[in-house]
Every structure is written in structure tokens, then in C-alpha cells.
């Protein structure tokens, strides 16, 4: 499974930016995509999560009201829809594959670099 992220950038805050995360390859199933995010000198965070064919849908409670999670079950594509950023949101954003509810996080994408000033 191939995860390509895509949609960083750098905003003011207070501006919204979508990112997208694409899952390509080998037929698979997933049981939920998820979005994680590292900021400078601090450890991986979650962020947020739907499930694919049920659409429930998890936030961090840093996030939660602001960003939003969203699939497209034809394009195998989520995405996070970020409003009223925060100087604090300023972090490398990944998005990944939870293949089966038993499991973890199994395949990641190279994250995409989300920058917002103050």
C-alpha cells in the first residue's frame, strides 16, 4: 500500500488549508485511515481518524471543531479539512492505513509540511 500526501503549504493564521492522502496498490481492504502530525522537537501526535465503510470519525481534542475528516470511497482518498489554524498546528501531517481494527497503523505516508504564522 502507497500513501501519498499532498496539500501542505504555508497559511496565516486563521486561514484553512485541505489535505489530501491518496492509498494506492495491491488490492487491500482498510478499516480506517488516519491523520497524525509532528511538530518540531515533540513526538507524533494523533489527530484524527474515519472508518471506511462506516464514516465514524475520531479527533484530538486540540483539533476537534476545526478540523474536519472526510474519505472518498472511489478515489480511496481522505482527507483533513483544517479551519481557524493555530500557529500551534504548525507540524508535519501523515496520514495512514489501519488495515484491521485488531491492528495498528500499518502503512504511512511520507508527510506533508503544514507551516502557520502568527
Known amino acids: 500500500v502507497q500513501l501519498q500526501a499532498s496539500g501542505g503549504g504555508l497559511v496565516q493564521a486563521g486561514d484553512s488549508l485541505r489535505l489530501s492522502c491518496a492509498a494506492s496498490g495491491r488490492a487491500f481492504s482498510m478499516y480506517a485511515m488516519g491523520w497524525f502530525r509532528q511538530a518540531p522537537g515533540k513526538e507524533r501526535e494523533f489527530v484524527g481518524s474515519?472508518?471506511?465503510?462506516?464514516?465514524?470519525?475520531l479527533y484530538a481534542d486540540s483539533v476537534k471543531g476545526r478540523f474536519t475528516v472526510s474519505r472518498d470511497g472511489a478515489k480511496n482518498t481522505v482527507y483533513l479539512q483544517m479551519n481557524s489554524l493555530k500557529p500551534e498546528d504548525t507540524a508535519v501531517y501523515y496520514c495512514?492505513?489501519?488495515?484491521?481494527?485488531?491492528?495498528?497503523?500499518?502503512?504511512w505516508g511520507q508527510g506533508t509540511l503544514v507551516t502557520v504564522s502568527s
Open positions: 495512514a492505513v489501519r488495515v484491521h481494527i485488531a491492528r495498528a497503523y500499518d502503512y
Open positions: 474515519i472508518t471506511w465503510n462506516g464514516g465514524s470519525t
